[in-house]
């Protein structure tokens, strides 16, 4: 491989992981009280509300409908409130949390949904409050199955990482387009292919491995 090949595919890796782990940082940051929310506002749930989990639920919908590039597209202007510009990744960082925190939302919204409802329950019949069952309850028992959706949520960033590099935003998808496809270069193309397919593949086997290994740890402590 030559040696601008590898400069542009260091350089562009860099700018994807980037990207990625803010995005999905300030995305969780969001999404998780959201996906909390829709939970525990249902009918019988520890802060039933129906008016509020219909309102909730009725906005992360229109978001989530909003294809990728257009979601993109109209949040620039937001970027450019925030940061100053909309080229580069840290102006992509804007639109790529407020687009992933919806469907981070949903995410969570249906791990917490896969804990037993006896289990709160019991918690709300021993006078535990809202609060600690969420945390103490909730939470840890959708553990491996939150880890597993979040897994998703990152390979899902950084397919969007892609989509924002066609409109400036740099890292691998830009390299792709703006090298690989608009100058024919076919060796760029490949790498940022393969380097992409590594990245998704060591993400999907981390969110794997520690699933897994908090089931262990809990079948183990029981």
Request: aromatic letters at 6%; charged letters at 15%.
């Amino acid at each position: 491989m030559n040696d601008d090949v590898l400069e542009l595919l260091f350089t562009g890796l860099g700018e994807t992981l980037y990207m990625v782990l803010l995005s999905t940082l300030i995305a969780l940051i969001l999404g998780l009280p959201l996906g909390i929310i829709l939970v525990a506002t249902e009918k019988g749930n520890v802060l039933e509300s129906p008016r509020i989990n219909k309102v909730l639920g009725t906005i992360i919908n229109v978001v989530r409908s909003f294809p990728s590039i257009i979601l993109i597209v109209v949040l620039l202007p937001l970027a450019r409130f925030i940061v100053g510009t909309t080229l580069g990744a840290t102006a992509a960082i804007v639109p790529l949390s407020i687009g992933a925190a919806p469907f981070i939302a949903r995410i969570i919204e249906n791990s917490l949904k896969e804990v037993s409802f006896g289990k709160i329950e019991a918690a709300m019949a021993i006078g535990a409050n809202p609060l600690t069952i969420i945390t103490k309850v909730l939470i840890p028992e959708a553990l491996p199955s939150l880890i597993r959706g979040l897994t998703i949520a990152v390979i899902g960033i950084t397919g969007m990482t892609a989509v924002a590099g066609a409109i400036g935003a740099g890292g691998l998808g830009s390299l792709a387009i703006r090298f690989g496809y608009m100058r024919y270069r076919d060796d760029i193309m490949l790498a940022t292919i393969v380097t992409l397919v590594i990245l998704v593949q060591g993400v999907q086997f981390a969110g794997d491995y520690l699933a897994t290994y908090i089931n262990r740890k809990r079948y183990k402590f029981d």
